[in-house]
């Protein structure tokens, strides 16, 4: 039996449309729009991509973008001072810096002194305790976008087996506090894993994060499990010179065993974009002391 195919496409957008509700009412009470301000250090085109494509987002749900386009001469203290800046900016509230920085740029510096309460990507050591000790905060967007396609298909996650694969703090390790807020029982595994396949096989959910292309095979796969593939890697496609993106997971083998799978592209990639919206639109909220809509 097929898979069903979970269409993160289809779900972001109908996160995208609920947030863009959420401010005209916002605008009504505070006179103006949340604003997000994006840096970015240097010209690496997969972040000009990134940056462009989170800007127009932005704009189309309603909310303010503001860019910062930086060489990559820049110094650590210019970019530090830039950040003080938007931190006192009344009209910013969120502040997301793209990464990968520059080498002679500290990233944990930098992530660091930015306000917690506009760390809309969830990356400061403060929203990371936070959600260490299940207070509120911001969440890394790709986890919690995995988190809600997951409850989306499932509803209630309590008891369930969830192994993630992928320990990252940005990815793996949020990941797996999400899924234990949720009363899974949770394994993280990663490069010294043993027999990581059996590991993978107990598993009623199956995150991968490894960045790894179609390494977890559909034999490792629980019958009827759920899987989320957070992996995008970019490998050789069909013809001379061409590219294609596939995930972490060998599709074509686990969707012939799971009752669940996200696609790549179109499963978790387009719910990263929508959470960070929907993170902005929530600073902006509680920042101007409203509770945030329960459609958020
Ligand atoms: P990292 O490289 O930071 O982490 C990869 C993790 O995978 C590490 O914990 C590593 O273990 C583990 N790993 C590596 N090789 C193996 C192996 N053979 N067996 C088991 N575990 C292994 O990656 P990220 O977390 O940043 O990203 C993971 C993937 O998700 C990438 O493909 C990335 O492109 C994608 N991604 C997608 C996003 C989206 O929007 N959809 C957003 C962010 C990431 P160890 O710690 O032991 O080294």
Redesign the pocket.
Known sequence: MAADIIDGKAFAAGLRARIAETIPAFREKTGRAPGLAVVLVGEDPASQVYVRSKGKATVEAGMESFEHKLEPTVTQDELLALIAKLNADRTVDGILVQLPLPKHIDEAAVIGAIDPDKDVDGFHVVNAGRLAVGATGFVPC?PLGCIMLLKDRLGSLSGLDAVV????N???KPMAQLLLAESCTVTV?????RD?ADVVRRADIVVA????PE?IKGDWIKPGATVID????RVPGASEGKTKLVG?VDYASAAEVAGAITPVPGG??PM?IAVLLRNTAVAAHLREGLSPPPTL
């Open positions: 790709t694969i992928g320990r990252s940005i990815v793996g595994a990663h490069s010294r894993t990581l994060a490894v960045g790894r390494m957070v992996g995008i890697n972490d978790v990639g990263t």
